[in-house]
């Protein structure tokens, strides 16, 4: 299994709560992205994600609704310049086993070039 885990998140219309559609994705090692091995699940993709500019805030502990809108408004506040264009969704990574009590996790903020 790879690391950082990643998991793309969309908020709700009124942007009070997270949208229960969520996409799951995996880093895929360098050794097989020329060649990628062939999903036999009809529902796994594969996505090429362009480089782009990320604005990350760690955090530890479970990762659950009300933690992640916590983290996300955080990191939200930290920015705070009009400068920054933020886009929906945002990423929740998770960097430890969903059974490590003390997680180690990062909301992602990807930046709109």
Same mark, same amino acid.
């Given at each position: 299994?790879?690391?950082?885990?990643?998991?793309?998140?969309?908020?709700?219309?009124?942007?009070?709560?997270?949208?229960?559609?969520?996409?799951?994705?995996?880093?895929?090692?360098?050794?097989?992205?020329?060649?990628?091995?062939?999903?036999?699940?009809?529902?796994?993709?594969?996505?090429?994600?362009?480089?782009?500019? !990320?604005?990350?805030?760690?955090? $530890?502990?479970? /990762?659950?609704? *009300?933690?992640?809108? =916590?983290?996300?408004?955080?990191?939200?506040?930290?920015?705070?310049?009009?400068?920054?264009?933020?886009?929906?969704?945002? !990423?929740?990574?998770?960097?430890? $086993?969903?059974? /490590?009590?003390? *997680?180690?996790?990062? =909301?992602?903020?990807?930046?709109?070039?």
């Amino acid at each position: 299994m790879t690391v950082p885990i990643v998991t793309v998140v969309c908020m709700d219309e009124a942007r009070s709560a997270l949208s229960r559609d969520v996409t799951v994705a995996y880093y895929m090692p360098l050794q097989w992205q020329a060649h990628p091995p062939r999903p036999l699940d009809p529902d796994i993709t594969m996505q090429e994600w362009p480089a782009t500019v !990320i604005y990350s805030r760690s955090f $530890s502990g479970v /990762t659950n609704e *009300r933690s992640i809108l =916590i983290e996300m408004n955080g990191l939200a506040e930290v920015l705070g310049s009009p400068r920054v264009r933020l886009r929906d969704p945002f !990423i929740v990574a998770s960097y430890s $086993s969903p059974a /490590t009590a003390n *997680r180690h996790n990062e =909301i992602w903020f990807l930046e709109q070039l």
